[in-house]
């Protein structure tokens, strides 16, 4: 586990409290980063969050995969409820893994040999990334054509999401200002949803309302505060994909690709959380301003194995891979749920302050 996010003691924390939702259920916030295929590592998290009869999900806050989960989640949710959202993040990852069968991304020949999951020695990856470094999406995709505008078209309804019980917030980085945008359940579309996952060296800026946006994890993977604010809910889960941690001096070309490109994705969230630790150090002191956001418990379901996974398989979306990690997912949530259910709507169980240590 990241000794920079570290669990607090099960004996400590605050004193419990009683829950406020009437039918005996916590509610729950979810935090989702994104990750492209790793994402499905949080379908198997909220398959078996939604599984659980001891809690319900008041709002989710979601970056790239992460706003895809949680979109395909409120909407089938509107409908049918846990159970409907379930069946419906399956078919969604379906589709993604169906669509990516005639896509020339796929595992070289040692890599399959080896068992590992990378890209790294795949001639396609290879060309599409020298291809990046000497072109622009605009020089090579010039129609701005992505596969999953359709795969999200029959994915999700929009109009169930806009009127879901779930909150949903997409976050995507406005290319102008740097700033994050946040798209609440009846401003998401497949554009938001497309402008949250977009790669600016894979696509072209996704333009809404006349401002060209980015991928969301340059500003916030995921942002916390709408959650804070804006959601009932006391108890915050993220679940967090890319490591914040990693052994070792990257060396190669593609290990060092890849911590570059964790670093930047988490720096937006670890920023978020050190912020939230100092406003409750000051309510802890009795000023006001802080109140409201010491009363959040946080918590964080997270895999070591997510470590052993490299950038590039971020990009494999073969079938075997995708239930490999929403199983690791399942498992994750499950040993969550074993070691701090009984946590939930009582104490935190991430410890934030460590995050100000030496700052």
């Known amino acids: 586990m990241s000794q920079l996010i570290r669990e607090e003691d099960r004996e400590g924390g605050a004193t419990p409290e009683p829950s ?3 039918d005996d259920r916590v509610a729950v916030d979810l935090a989702l980063q994104g990750g492209g295929a790793h994402g499905a590592f949080t379908w198997g998290v909220l398959d078996r969050l939604l599984a659980e009869p001891r809690i319900r999900i008041d709002g989710i806050s979601g970056t790239s995969a992460g706003a895809m989960n949680a979109s395909v989640l409120a909407s089938a949710f509107a409908n049918g409820g846990a159970e409907a959202a379930r069946e419906a993040l399956a078919a969604f990852w379906r589709r993604v893994s169906g669509g ?5 991304l796929k595992r070289g020949p040692l890599d399959v040999l080896l068992g590992r999951w990378t890209l790294d020695y795949s001639p396609a990856f290879l060309a599409l990334d020298l291809a990046s470094r000497l072109f622009s999406p605009y020089d090579l995709n010039p129609a701005a054509w992505n596969p999953l505008r359709d795969i999200l078209a029959e994915s999700i309804d929009f109009e169930r999401l806009a009127a879901s019980p779930v909150k949903v917030f997409v976050t995507a980085t406005c290319v102008r200002t740097g700033r994050p945008r946040i798209f609440r359940n009846a401003d998401v579309s497949p554009d938001a949803l497309l402008a949250s996952a ?5 696509f072209q800026a996704v333009e809404i309302d006349g401002e060209a946006y980015w991928d969301g994890g340059y500003s916030g993977n995921p942002t916390i505060s709408p959650l804070v604010r804006e959601c009932s809910a006391h108890d915050t889960v993220l679940v967090q994909i890319n ?10 070309a593609g290990e060092i690709l890849s911590r570059v490109n964790e670093i930047s ?3 937006p969230l670890l920023k978020e959380l050190r912020m939230i630790a100092v406003l409750r150090q000051v309510a802890d002191a009795g000023r006001s301003e802080g109140a409201l956001w010491a009363e ?4 964080r379901i997270a895999s070591e194995r997510m470590v052993d996974l490299g950038y590039s398989s971020k990009l494999n979306a073969e079938w075997a891979f995708l239930t490999m990690l929403r199983d690791e997912g399942q498992r994750a949530a499950g040993e969550f749920l074993d070691r701090h259910g009984d946590d939930l709507g009582r104490r935190a169980t991430l410890d934030l302050d460590h995050l100000l240590e030496g700052i």
Do not use: D
Request: glycine share 4%.
């Open 100 to 104: 990516a069968l005639l896509s020339p």
């Open 198 to 202: 977009c790669l600016p060296q894979m």
């Open 20 to 22: 406020s939702v009437p």
């Open 265 to 267: 994705f988490n720096a």
């Open 243 to 252: 490591p914040v941690e990693r052994p070792g001096t990257p060396r190669s």
């Open 296 to 299: 959040m418990r946080m918590h």
